[in-house]
């Protein structure tokens, strides 16, 4: 990534392995095998199961049968060690400490790998082309947060932008602002639902209610 050109195909290509490493290091080894099975041989295939069934989904004449066997890692090759994404993400917190602790800042709000501020970080701490650095995003001249990734800026050239988790269509930051004196709000959006047994991806209007959160 620090040798590649931004915004070139190796670039992306180390962007996205780099922020899938401490995932990919943490996958479950024993996954959910999937199988056909008439539905008149379900009762032999239940008995001589070692393991769990997680899901089944009638198809007429078969069940289509979600299970993982006990004790058996899968035979797909899934190397895994949960010790090394505990290691990625503890480093991670001791990284971002640098930011929680000082005290020559004031700290708004903090995520995985993010922090909002008052003030300018030393510049030693800031370069966005070495790794375990920080890069400055952008300047604002207001923040609003009600919850953990639930927040919106005003950034110096008057420009307003939000992020609501679970929520992909815009909100006015007005709307945040006033959930700091407000119980809920709610609003509306488009999501898609799978129907595995009919095939088929819907879309349906649901409610979205945003409230203020203190969970994190």
Same mark, same amino acid.
């Given at each position: ?83 090394? $994404?505990?290691? +990625? !993400?503890? /480093? &991670? ?10 005290? *020559? #800042? ?46 919106? $800026?005003?950034? +110096? !050239?008057? /420009? &307003? ?10 909100? *006015? #930051? ?36 945003l409230q203020a959160t203190n969970n994190k």
């Open positions: 990534k620090v040798n590649s050109p931004k915004g070139g195909a190796m670039y992306l290509l180390a962007k996205i392995t780099l922020n899938s490493l401490y995932g990919r290091f943490g996958l479950n080894p024993f996954l959910p095998q999937h199988e056909f099975i008439l539905k008149g041989d379900i009762q032999d295939f239940k008995d001589n199961l070692n393991g769990l069934i997680l899901d089944k989904i009638d198809y007429t004449t078969h069940y289509l049968v979600s299970y993982i066997k006990n004790n058996d890692k899968d035979d797909r090759g899934i190397a895994a060690n949960v010790a090394i $994404a505990m290691a +990625i !993400t503890a /480093n &991670s917190r001791i990284i971002m400490s640098d930011i929680k602790n000082r005290e *020559d #800042i004031t700290l708004y709000y903090s995520d995985t790998d993010s922090a909002i501020i008052d003030n300018y970080l030393p510049d030693h701490l800031v370069d966005d082309k070495k790794l375990g650095r920080y890069k400055l995003e952008g300047e604002y001249l207001y923040f609003v947060s009600i919850g953990p990734k639930m927040y919106g $800026a005003i950034d +110096i !050239t008057g /420009n &307003s932008y939000t992020k609501i988790k679970g929520f992909s269509d815009v909100v *006015d #930051i007005d709307v945040l602002d006033g959930l700091l004196n407000k119980d809920s709000h709610s609003l509306k959006q488009n999501k898609l639902f799978k129907d595995v047994k009919a095939s088929q991806i819907k879309r349906s209007l649901v409610d979205y209610k």
